[in-house]
């Protein structure tokens, strides 16, 4: 019995330390309307996308009812046409479609960038609204650097003009403010 017990104790300690290094960094598995798998792993200052190493990233949380978040789309697609490479967009639906629907709703706008439903996010979303204090506004934005660092967390909508001004900047290591 006291075999058992201490084989029983080594198996919850070492469960639980693999729980909290889980909890530490965890890792999450995204699903997009093209069944891609994103993987997404989280640091100390942002996010890594693995696969995504050197290009800026960007986050969005839309809707698929929302006016502003309709009027990003072209804009999206503009970005990902100009900065093929450069550039990884990750759009997540928060108002209810399911992954088949959403797939059709990408088809339908010519979404040429990674669309994941919602549903198919697991605790991905909480995640983030836990992370950075979000409430649930859409468009909700985040911008990565090519090292997965945040460098711009922005509810609403934001002109092509100035998200290629930021894209530019972070691909030329400039500063997204400047100190005057």
């Known amino acids: 019995m006291k075999k058992l017990f201490l084989i029983f104790s080594t198996m919850v300690f070492f469960s639980s330390l693999a729980l909290a290094k889980q909890q530490e960094k965890p890792i999450f598995d995204l699903v997009d309307t093209n069944n891609q798998h994103i993987k997404i792993e989280h640091i100390d200052e942002g996010l890594h996308i693995i696969g995504a190493e050197g290009k800026v990233v960007f986050i969005e949380f839309f809707g698929y009812r929302c006016p502003p978040c309709l009027r990003t789309i072209p804009h999206f697609i ?22 088949k ?24 979303t909480n995640y983030i609204a836990q992370r950075t204090q979000w409430e649930g506004v859409i468009p909700f934005l985040i911008i990565l650097d090519q090292k997965g660092n945040a460098q711009v967390l922005q509810v609403g909508l934001i002109p092509q003009n100035v ?10 290591n400039k500063p997204l403010k400047s100190n005057k």
């Open 78 to 99: 503009n970005l990902k046409n100009k900065y093929k490479d450069k550039l990884e967009i990750i759009s997540i639906e928060v108002q209810g479609l399911d992954q």
């Open 163 to 172: 998200l290629e001004n930021v894209i530019d900047k972070l691909l030329y």
């Open 101 to 124: 629907q959403l797939q059709a709703f990408a088809k339908q706008k010519g979404i040429n960038y990674h669309t994941v439903s919602d549903t198919n996010t697991g605790i991905f």
